[in-house]
């Protein structure tokens, strides 16, 4: 977890998740012995590991394969536009709905239209796409991260390489 090397690291879970770590780390997780690790690994069945490059592997992902970019599930998706309810009100009012025929509509709850519009309540995933769908809008809006630059030859990050731990 904290990306330091190490020749014999201590396998833990944490999250449902195994990680092999340094001895500095085992606080972080359960320590799962032998045993355990071979029960695990049956009824996950896998027992691959990713390296994560600089003392931390996990055993949920599959390894990569190559040494190309991999596809991340996650930089497709957007984050709700912070004025997403003055989006959907201002749809719905160029479309000349009521907030009662916006809920028929979606088959959704009016007080639920309200609590949207007002921002009092964030849409799901669902009912953003409903609302998109009919009003013609986008709700979501293009994460952008930035970069992480690495020493480690490898290319792959820890935990280490992005936050600062406070002792």
């Known amino acids: 977890m904290c990306g330091a090397e190490t020749d014999d690291p201590t396998t833990i879970?944490?999250?449902?998740?195994?990680?092999?770590?340094?001895?500095?780390?085992?606080?972080?997780?359960?320590?799962?012995?032998?045993?355990?690790?071979?029960?695990?690994?049956?009824?996950?069945?896998?027992?691959?590991?990713?390296?994560?490059?600089?003392?931390?592997?996990?055993?949920?992902?599959?390894?990569?394969?190559?040494?190309?970019?991999?596809?991340?599930?996650?930089?497709?998706?957007?984050?709700?536009?912070?004025?997403?309810?003055?989006?959907?009100r201002d749809a719905r009012e160029r479309a000349g709905m009521k907030q009662e025929e916006l809920a028929d509509d979606l088959n959704e709850k009016l007080s639920l239209i309200r609590k949207i519009e007002r921002g009092e309540m964030r849409p799901s995933e669902d009912v953003r796409r409903k609302l998109e769908s009919s009003l013609g809008i986008s709700l979501t809006e293009e994460v952008g991260g930035e970069e992480w630059e690495t020493d480690d030859s490898s290319g792959g990050y820890t935990v280490g390489d992005i936050i600062e731990r406070k002792d």
């Open 13 to 88: 879970q944490t999250e449902g998740t195994q990680l092999e770590v340094c001895s500095n780390c085992t606080e972080f997780g359960t320590v799962l012995h032998d045993e355990e690790r071979e029960k695990s690994k049956k009824s996950s069945g896998s027992g691959s590991s990713s390296s994560g490059g600089g003392g931390g592997t996990t055993r949920q992902s599959p390894p990569s394969s190559g040494g190309g970019p991999t596809h991340d599930p996650m930089d497709e998706l957007g984050t709700l536009a912070p004025d997403y309810d003055q989006r959907v």
